[in-house]
């Protein structure tokens, strides 16, 4: 009932800036929170960044000051700006949604998962 569709992932060299979008869709009532998670081989997936609200929001401590999320509420759509990758943010990234449905039940959906490699 709720779709995500991610893009923006790819390679780019150390230094270099990213920006990933998530889009939501389906029968989605309310939004309250949004994230990115991340997952590199043989580690286990992590919060990256998260918002619940305009000026809410938290971040791994390995990402701050190089990475932002934001949202856009009318199109229900999130960011996660990178900037300063570093080989270590090699990872595929997923984004995590969680709300009310039309139908009244909370839901939470994850995306399908992009590629960010960071490599010279």
């Known amino acids: 009932q709720v779709q995500l569709v991610e893009s923006g992932g790819g390679l780019v060299q150390p230094g270099g800036s990213l920006r990933l979008s998530c889009a939501a869709s389906g029968s989605i009532s309310s939004i309250y929170r949004m994230g990115w998670y991340r997952q590199a081989p043989g580690k286990q997936r992590e919060l990256v960044a998260a918002t619940t609200g305009v000026s809410s929001t938290n971040y791994a401590d390995s990402v701050k000051g190089r990475f932002t999320i934001s949202r856009d509420n009318a199109k229900k759509i999130v960011y996660l700006q990178m900037n300063s990758l570093k080989p270590e943010d090699t990872a595929v990234y997923y984004c995590?949604?969680?709300?009310?449905?039309?139908?009244?039940?909370?839901?939470?959906?994850w995306g399908q998962g992009t590629q960010v490699t960071v490599s010279s």
């Open positions: 995590n949604v969680q709300g009310t449905l039309r139908a009244g039940r909370d839901f939470g959906s």
